[in-house]
């Protein structure tokens, strides 16, 4: 059985401790079991839960409120890379599909209003970055471009596109900047804090490290995978997973302070393999799935 971690007893690195999480509930969510879940995600109000299924195709929605599970998109591909925008009422995803005259294979960036149903493609291309919203507009990039393929993109805050040639894509000042903070790096996972003013990001064979927006190494956290910021950035949650050089053989949440100075181990299962956590922008609350395809959503208390 699940054995939850309610105290900060374990897992403290060092004296100095930037407060306390505790574990007030985590619940699996009630989707259909026959499928495997994959990669759940909180739209921007926290209300919804977005998940894809092994293959990342199809794009589903889990309202927090109503309890209700729909199907937005069982497009190819659609799951592997979407955005939705700050009012929740549009989702733009990048499919894959299979030209009529040609047979031949590419992307498409397409955005549907949640509100009437419709689709709108807006982009394609043999190679497309995941689409994501700057304000109300969809942006997308091409690689080996310094440009945008939307480029009425001109918001001021700055936004992480993905990877690209290994690198850390970022929209900054309107334009697209390829960040390479440690001079060589191979990147993965980069996540933004919530103010805008540090990035996470795993580097291969290296570790995970937490950047500034000039490249400053601010800390090195060692193996931390697949982080998440939460809501108010005081924590970096991530998985510590293990292997046996052919399957993951454990996997449990953690959390680690930004300064690396205090960790929490936050699930300790026999039963379970928690992986890829998603924090809530507006919540205490944690989303992650198992490795055999559950998604739960895990809550926490906060104190200084």
Not at 69 to 81: C, D, E, K, N, P
Not at 261 to 271: F, G, K, M, R, V
Request: aromatic share 8%; proline share 5%; net charge positive.
């Amino acid at each position: 059985m699940k054995r939850l971690i309610l105290t900060l007893s374990l897992f403290l690195l060092f004296s100095k401790a930037e407060g306390q999480l505790t574990v007030t509930s985590n619940e699996r969510l009630p989707l259909p079991s026959r499928t495997a879940w994959h990669t759940p995600r909180f739209s921007p109000d926290g209300k919804r839960i977005y998940v894809t299924n092994e293959g990342g195709n199809g794009i589903w929605e889990f309202n927090l409120g109503k309890k209700s599970f729909r199907q937005i998109t069982a497009h190819l591909r659609s799951g592997s890379a979407y955005a939705i925008s700050p009012d929740g009422k549009r989702i733009a995803y990048r499919r894959t599909v299979v030209l009529a005259k040609t047979r031949r294979r590419v992307q498409e960036v397409v955005v549907r209003d949640l509100t009437t149903g419709r689709y709108t493609m807006i982009e394609r291309g043999n190679d497309l970055s995941a689409p994501f919203f700057a304000g109300d507009e969809v942006v997308v990039s091409r690689p080996n471009e310094l440009t945008l393929a939307t480029p009425q993109a001109t918001s001021a805050r700055v936004h992480v596109i993905g990877i690209e040639n290994t690198k850390i894509a970022l929209l900054k000042d309107g334009s697209k900047i390829l960040f390479d903070p440690l001079g060589d790096g191979r990147y993965i996972w980069p996540a933004l804090s919530p103010d805008g003013t540090r990035i996470v990001a795993h580097a291969m064979e290296r570790g995970t490290f937490v950047f500034d927006l000039d490249g400053r190494i601010v800390a090195s956290l060692g193996r931390r995978n697949a982080p998440s910021w939460t809501r108010d950035g005081k924590w970096i949650i991530y998985m510590q997973d293990e292997d046996d050089g052919h399957r993951i053989i454990a996997s449990d949440l953690f959390a680690v302070s930004p300064d690396g100075s205090t960790t929490i181990q936050l699930t300790h299962t026999a039963d379970e393999l928690e992986m890829y956590p998603q924090c809530s922008p507006t919540e205490n609350k944690i989303v992650y799935m198992t490795l055999s395809g559950k998604i739960h959503l895990l809550t926490y208390s906060e104190t200084p």
